[in-house]
């Protein structure tokens, strides 16, 4: 399985979109658990939102209403849209993929992933 890729980050203003993207082999490719996590400066990192392989996902309560994660199988990519960006979503993002978790569970341990992308910067300007 190769490290999950993410793009789609960049620079937007308070209020504006953007939609990150992560090409993704899970190591098990019919039960698997990927999520979105960011860290800002100084801060730890935190879940944002996962999706399984039967498309069940959670989110941060952070985020509720404001993302959406999705994925496309066939591509082996998932999404992030995330509207309605705030400065306070300013931070890198990073793909992650592991084992079938609950949703719920994932999103508040790191260590339920086992591959990691390398992060894209998202810069939220007011």
């Known amino acids: 399985a190769m490290q999950p890729v993410e793009s789609g980050g960049g620079s937007v203003q308070s209020g504006g979109s953007l939609r990150l993207s992560c090409q993704v082999s899970p190591y098990n490719p019919t039960k698997y658990t990927v999520g979105w996590f960011r860290q800002a400066p100084g801060k730890e990192r935190e879940g944002v939102a996962v999706?399984?392989?039967?498309?069940?996902?959670a989110y941060a309560d952070s985020v509720k209403g404001r993302f959406a994660i999705s994925q496309d199988k066939a591509k082996s990519t998932v999404f992030l849209q995330m509207n309605s960006l705030r400065p306070n979503d300013t931070a890198v993002y990073y793909c992650?993929?592991?084992?079938?978790?609950?949703?719920?569970?994932?999103?508040?341990?790191?260590?339920?992933?086992?591959?990691w992308g390398q992060g894209t910067q998202v810069t939220v300007s007011s």
């Open positions: 992650a993929a592991g084992p079938l978790v609950l949703p719920s569970l994932a999103l508040l341990l790191s260590t339920s992933f086992n591959q």
């Open positions: 999706i399984t392989s039967a498309d069940l996902t």
